[in-house]
């Protein structure tokens, strides 16, 4: 069983930033490609970011690029999302999640087996 813990959510303005923490409480995230998605009220989830295994390849959805800078490190390969310069647009419930083993493109839903409960970002105008 894996168990994601994601932190570092919270109010900040628009222009600010806030950096999430992606942390496994029981089982690996380590050797597993890992993805951050966002939902926002009334809206589907949506692919935020992902990162290789082995942090050696990274994607963005258009709507961050620029923005948010995913990472991994740590033996336990904590995952980070650095987002600076925030929108109000980006106001939503951000999940961390963790890709399967069969792989798949890393901007898909369908790519990830576990997911966290969320962490809230609120960026007010």
């Known amino acids: 069983q894996v168990q994601l813990v994601e932190s570092g959510g919270g109010l900040v303005q628009a222009g600010g930033s806030l950096r999430l923490s992606c942390a496994a409480s029981e089982g690996t995230i380590s050797n597993y490609a890992m993805g951050w998605f966002r939902q926002a009220p009334g809206k589907e989830r949506e692919f935020v970011a992902a990162i290789s295994w082995n942090g050696g390849r990274t994607t963005y959805a258009d709507s961050v690029k620029g923005r948010f800078t995913i990472s991994r490190a740590g033996a336990k390969s904590t995952v980070y999302v650095q987002m600076n310069s925030l929108k109000p647009e980006d106001t939503a419930v951000y999940y961390c999640?963790?890709?399967?083993?069969?792989?798949?493109?890393?901007?898909?839903?369908?790519?990830?087996?576990?997911w966290g409960q969320g962490t809230q970002v609120t960026v007010s105008s």
């Open positions: 999640a963790r890709g399967t083993i069969y792989g798949g493109a890393l901007d898909r839903r369908t790519s990830y087996d576990y």
